[in-house]
T-cell receptor, first 108, second 123 residues
Framework: QKEVEQDPGPLSVPEGAIVSLNCTYS??????FMWYRQYSRKGPELLMY????GNKEDGRFTAQVDKSSKYISLFIRDSQPSDSATYLC????????FGTGTRLQVFP | GAVVSQHPSWVICKSGTSVKIECRSL??????MFWYRQFPKQSLMLMAT?????????EQGVEKDKFLINHASLTLSTLTVTSAHPEDSSFYIC???????????????????FGEGSRLTVL
């Protein structure tokens, strides 16, 4: 079993839709949870990070962590075509473990 | 935001040759840099942790004699793929941790800034 599981997609939604991206994990020692966005042939860029269970909001993005269920989510409101990218969840103890990434396509 | 630069962004080489990839932190000092490899439609896999002034720490299954890492200064780490073979073709990405922000509450993750990646194709 992988430490971090993420549906690779692709996920295709119309502009303006609410997008939900999810990851599950097995290691209860993970303390920090991040979401990265990666455009094609580019390095990942950090979108959000959270430490505890609960929600964290930043503009159109909301990160949610449920440690009891070992489940994290990223919600994107009012999605735009420019949001089309691969979204990677990542979790950290002493090193960063990435999910496989979910490819998101937002069409006009 | 902090910038990490990688060079070259893409390289094609013949089997058996060696290729060097550079990773530079442009506006901050990084005592620690990380090298990842990413195959198509797969996740980033940590290869090694590069520590300034000391030997790199390699992940299990990564050959240290094949992937030579040098971190000679606080702003530069290099990855050399020696005697490259077609199966080494991949997207190599480095990341750097801002040494100053690592201790702050907001940077307690040791926020990582990623380079743009280097695509290696071995013929």
């Amino acid at each position: 079993q992988k430490e971090v599981e993420q549906d690779p997609g692709p996920l295709s939604v119309p502009e303006g839709a609410i997008v939900s991206l999810n990851c599950t994990y097995s290691n209860s020692a993970f303390q920090y949870f991040m979401w990265y966005r990666q455009y094609s042939r580019k390095g990942p860029e950090l979108l959000m990070y959270t430490y505890s269970s609960g929600n964290k909001e930043d503009g159109r993005f909301t990160a949610q962590v449920d440690k009891s269920s070992k489940y994290i989510s990223l919600f994107i409101r009012d999605s735009q075509p420019s949001d089309s990218a691969t979204y990677l969840c990542a979790m950290k103890t002493d090193k960063l473990i990435f999910g496989t990434g979910t490819r998101l396509q937002v069409f006009p | 935001g902090a910038v990490v630069s990688q060079h070259p962004s893409w390289v094609i080489c013949k089997s058996g040759t060696s290729v060097k990839i550079e990773c530079r932190s442009l506006d901050f000092q990084a005592t620690t840099m990380f090298w990842y490899r990413q195959f198509p439609k797969q996740s980033l896999m940590l290869m090694a942790t590069s520590n300034e002034g000391s030997k790199a720490t390699y992940e299990q299954g990564v050959e240290k004699d094949k992937f030579l890492i040098n971190h000679a200064s606080l702003t530069l780490s290099t990855l050399t793929v020696t005697s490259a073979h077609p199966e080494d073709s991949s997207f190599y990405i480095c990341s750097a941790r801002d040494s100053w922000s690592s201790g702050r509450a907001s940077g307690n993750t040791g926020e990582l800034f990623f380079g743009e990646g280097s695509r290696l194709t071995v013929l």
